[in-house]
Nanobody
Framework: QVQLVESGGGYVQTGGSLRLSCAAS????????MGWYRQAPGKQRELVAR???????YYADSVKGRSTISRDNAKNTVYLQIASLKPEDTAVYYC???????????????WGQGTQVTVSS
């Protein structure tokens, strides 16, 4: 079993910042890419940011320049910090991780349960 547990969501005022965390646990041999998606009401889920095992990152244009994704490989944990929050950042944020559970296993994507972020205008 593999579990991803997110934390750090909540209610934030416009212009504020927040830091989301997501820890993967369970039967894990190697964690490849980790990242964050978000889904606002009535919209499709969109990729926000991702980071691979070597530290290379990708950011969506909507958060580029005001967000930072990082990871602690020893803890199998990924972080997402977003500053200058806007009402349009309001969404449920989901973390994911591409994980191999054994040395001979294949990589599969695992997802967290989601954490709500609400930015007041």
């Amino acid at each position: 079993q593999v579990q991803l547990v997110e934390s750090g969501g909540g209610y934030v005022q416009t212009g504020g910042s927040l830091r989301l965390s997501c820890a993967a646990s369970g039967s894990i041999w190697f964690v490849n890419t980790m990242g964050w998606y978000r889904q606002a009401p009535g919209k499709q889920r969109e990729l926000v940011a991702r980071i691979d095992s070597g530290g290379s990152t990708y950011y969506a244009d909507s958060v580029k320049g005001r967000s930072t994704i990082s990871r602690d490989n020893a803890k199998n944990t990924v972080y997402l910090q977003i500053a200058s929050l806007k009402p349009e950042d309001t969404a449920v944020y989901y973390c994911y991780a591409n994980i191999r559970r054994s040395i001979l296993g294949v990589f599969n994507d695992y997802w967290g349960q989601g954490t709500q972020v609400t930015v007041s205008s």
